[in-house]
C-alpha cells in the first residue's frame, strides 16, 4: 500500500501547487506515454509547469495498486467531456514510468507470472485481468478501448 499512497501524495502536491514534494516524487527520467487527444495533456502540461492546477485539476475516483504492486492506477472524470486513467510505474519509492490515458476504456492485464524456476508463466492463464476502468455514470457514450499489459 506504500506505493498507493506515494501516487496520492502526487495527487496532493499537485492540487496545493507544492512543487518541492511533486519533483521528490517523479524519477529525473520519467518514461511517459499518452494516449488521447494533444490537447488534453493535462498531466504533462502540470509537471512541466505549463499550467498551473487550476486549469485542470486532477481528482482521482478510484487509486488501486495492481500486479505485485509496482503499478498503481488512478482514473477520475470530470464532466461528461474529461475520463481519465493513469497508470504509474514505482521503484525504489519515486515514480519512474507513466502511462496516461484520456477518455478511454482501460483493462490492465498480467501478462506472465514468476514461478518457482524464476521463469515467467505464459501458460493458459499467462494473461489475467486484473483492474479495468469505471468510467462515470454520466459518459454514458462508448469509448475505444485498450489494454495494457504488466
Known sequence: MANKKLVESLYYS??????????????????WWFHGPRRCQYMQRL???????VDFLFVPRRVVEVGEGRWVVAEGWEGDQAYWVHAWAIDDGVITHFRE????????????????????DR??????EIWH?????????AMPGLVLAI
Do not use: C
Open 14 to 31: 499537485l492540487a496545493r501547487g507544492d512543487i518541492e514534494v511533486t519533483t521528490a516524487l517523479l524519477a529525473n527520467d520519467v518514461d
Open 47 to 53: 509537471l512541466t509547469g505549463e499550467v498551473g492546477p
Open 101 to 120: 490515458y484520456f477518455n478511454t476504456s482501460v483493462t490492465v492485464r498480467q501478462v506472465g507470472r514468476a514461478t518457482g524456476t524464476g521463469v515467467a
Open 123 to 128: 501458460g493458459r492463464d499467462a494473461a489475467h
Open 133 to 141: 476502468s469505471q468510467a462515470g455514470g454520466s459518459m454514458g457514450r
